[in-house]
């Protein structure tokens, strides 16, 4: 009975893996670190994928607020070295 509890666990922990790596490659994340993540950590890992920020709507929203006159004011945002202006 106990190879058969361990045997679910792993499966489990496997799919949670796969998913986890699948939303992170959906959201332009890095879906191998993500797939560790599910593997090792299991329904928590795929709860992790799934609550980070889609890095295309961060862009999208970052241009839509440029194009409309934003400035950042406090200077932060862009590479290190770059003025704002």
Request: proline fraction near 1%; charged fraction near 15%; hydrophobic fraction near 50%.
């Amino acid at each position: 009975m106990d190879w058969m509890l361990l045997l679910l666990i792993a499966a489990s922990h496997l799919a949670s893996a796969f998913l986890a790596a699948t939303i992170a490659r959906q959201k332009a994340r890095n879906s191998r670190s993500w797939f560790v993540a599910g593997l090792l950590f299991g329904l928590l890992g795929l709860i992790g994928a799934a609550g980070i920020p889609d890095r295309h709507q961060i862009v999208f929203l970052r241009h839509l607020a440029e194009a409309q006159g934003y400035r950042n004011r406090r200077g932060s945002g862009g590479k290190a070295g770059q003025s704002q202006r």
